[in-house]
């Protein structure tokens, strides 16, 4: 049987490799899908990696670019989706494939050579990179709901214990290799201690759809909402109520109408909220604090989304890009260093969406965090439980307590 599967992966056949890379994608991806359905076992998902990674130091050169491929769709796909809302829904397909192509290739370079331990050592270094400035694929997330640790010496311990296996000359002896993968059990290392925040905190999820968020007619019922939402919690005795990224859908510094208001509801319960900011004639994705003693303070976006909210490309191609794709859009500015609101007393890190997947946001190992998000943009996808699964794998090695507020999914304490 174990011959059979050997040649089957072995095989030279484009059908045949093409179907190996499609189980390899599907191991990689299975921890993120099973996730999306509720389902999270450590056993299933720790063997799904390793089967997975074995696969990736194994299979044929070939295989492997085209497990990449269908790696980087299974991954990304559904950044597509937000191009239909700067009315370029028709290059999606292209965005689709796109990620398909740019996770080939990064896979890929392991593919330069077909030695196991040679493919390990080059898969070790390009989990330190970063392809387009987006940083969602990390080679040790596999793990994060598993029994093997998250950390890169652990990932450097899982690669070198599949990979060395056949370099032991006694095949009796072989086995002994694998107890390299007991040191990468997180078992023998536990992640920092994470506590609940001493204070009683609401979350509120939205379900305000992307194509209706900034119209006109969605502004009135959405303050109101906002107005409700404040109200309960204070009334619920609720010390802190967030409301995801971006919920004021206009510059809420030229509205002090607005700003007044808010300041009122805020007199029994502290507020943090999204919204945009214009100043010195720049736009800037922020989240307020309001307080309990009439005053507020923003926080800056320090991170931004790669072609979102800027264009990670060379400056002669930034402004056609922009122009072209986003309509002007991707024009943000950011500060140049994390904010921390204090609220009654405790200092929470405020994070905007991606930022709360970037290590920027987890300087000096802050305890607690709060994050908006509005993942409306990608809705329906599995969107929202890759994010949440980035967010524990920052969470656990940071040991921060991260307080998430979203827009369509998502919103929870993680940990």
Not at 178 to 196: C, M, Q, S
């Amino acid at each position: 049987m174990f011959r059979t599967i050997s040649r089957f992966i072995d095989s030279k056949k484009l059908f045949h490799q093409t179907i190996v890379a499609l189980m390899t994608a599907v191991f990689f991806s299975a921890f993120i899908y099973l996730s999306d359905l509720g389902v999270e076992l450590k056993v299933l998902n720790t063997l799904d990696a390793l089967v997975a990674f074995w696969l990736l130091l194994h299979v044929p050169k070939r295989t492997l670019l085209l497990s990449g491929f269908f790696i980087g769709i299974f991954w990304f796909y559904w950044i597509s989706y937000s191009f239909k809302y700067t009315g370029n829904g028709y290059i999606a397909p292209f965005i689709v494939l796109g990620f398909g192509v740019v996770y080939m290739l990064y896979f890929g370079v392991a593919a330069l050579s077909d030695k196991p331990y040679i493919r390990a050592f080059i898969l070790f270094l390009v989990s330190f990179y970063a392809p387009l400035h987006f940083n969602w694929m990390q080679l040790s997330l596999p793990f994060v709901e598993s029994y093997i640790g998250i950390y890169k010496w652990q990932l450097a311990l899982v690669l070198g214990a599949l990979s060395l296996y056949e370099l032991v000359p006694k095949k009796e002896l072989r086995p002994l290799v694998l107890v390299l993968l007991l040191g990468a059990l997180n078992l023998f290392t536990p992640y920092p201690p994470r506590e609940d925040a001493p204070l009683k905190i609401k979350l509120v999820q939205t379900d305000v759809k992307q194509e209706e968020k900034w119209t006109k007619a969605a502004l009135r019922p959405t303050v109101l909402m906002i107005y409700r939402q404040i109200e309960q919690a204070a009334k619920e005795g609720y010390d802190l109520v967030v409301l995801p990224e971006s919920v004021v859908p206009l510059f809420l510094n030229k509205n002090p109408k607005l700003v007044e208001q808010l300041q009122c509801l805020a007199t029994d319960i502290d507020v943090v909220l999204g919204a945009l900011y214009y100043e010195g004639g720049k736009n800037y994705n922020v989240a307020y604090h309001f307080d309990q003693n009439g005053n507020f303070e923003i926080a800056k976006k320090v991170v931004l989304v790669p072609f979102g909210e800027y264009i990670p490309l060379p400056k002669f191609m930034q402004k056609w890009v922009n122009d072209t794709f986003f309509g002007g859009a991707s024009d943000f500015t950011t500060a140049k260093k994390p904010h921390d609101f204090t609220i009654q007393g405790v200092e929470f890190r405020a994070a905007i969406c991606y930022e709360a997947t970037t290590k920027e946001l987890f300087a000096n190992n802050p305890r607690y965090m709060i994050a908006i998000s509005n993942n409306a943009w990608f809705a329906p996808s599995i969107e929202p439980t890759l994010q949440n699964l980035l967010m524990r794998y920052y969470a656990r090695k940071h040991g921060t307590t991260i307080y998430h507020s979203a827009n369509f999914r998502g919103t929870g304490v993680v940990k």
